[in-house]
C-alpha cells in the first residue's frame, strides 16, 4: 500500500521563525542546519518533514528533529533511515513544497 503526503509552507513565514534559536533547534538536526543556506532550503525541509507525518497518518510528532532530510551528492533529498520514502522538494516564489511517498 501507498501512502503520499503533501505540504506547502509560505517561505516567508519560515524566514521568520529561522531567526529565532530555539525554532532551529526543535526543528532541524545539525545536518540539516549545515545544509541550508537560504529561506527556501529552511522551507523545504520543513514542507518535506510535515509531508512525512502526513504520509504515515501519525500527525506531527514532536521533536520534528526525530526526522532528518539529508541530500545526496547529486542534491536528491531523501529522509535519513527512511529506505522505503520517495521525497521530492520544490519552491517558487514565495512558497516551498513538499511531496512523501511511502510503500
Not at 509531508?51 to 533529498?77: C, M, N, R, S
Request: aromatic share 10%; hydrophobic share 35%; charged share 25%.
Amino acid at each position: 500500500m501507498y501512502k503520499i503526503g503533501v505540504d506547502i509552507v509560505q517561505i516567508s513565514r519560515i524566514e521568520k521563525s529561522i531567526e529565532s534559536n530555539s525554532f532551529l533547534n526543535r526543528v532541524f538536526t545539525e545536518k540539516e542546519k549545515e545544509y541550508c543556506k537560504s529561506a527556501q532550503s529552511w522551507a523545504g525541509i520543513f514542507a518535506c518533514k510535515e509531508a512525512y507525518f502526513k504520509a504515515l497518518g501519525t500527525g506531527i510528532q514532536l521533536p520534528l528533529t526525530q526526522v532528518e532530510v539529508l541530500h545526496d551528492e547529486k542534491g536528491k533529498p531523501y529522509i535519513n533511515g527512511a529506505s522505503n520514502c520517495d521525497v521530492s522538494i520544490s519552491h517558487d516564489g514565495d512558497y516551498a513544497v513538499s511531496t512523501v511517498i511511502i510503500w
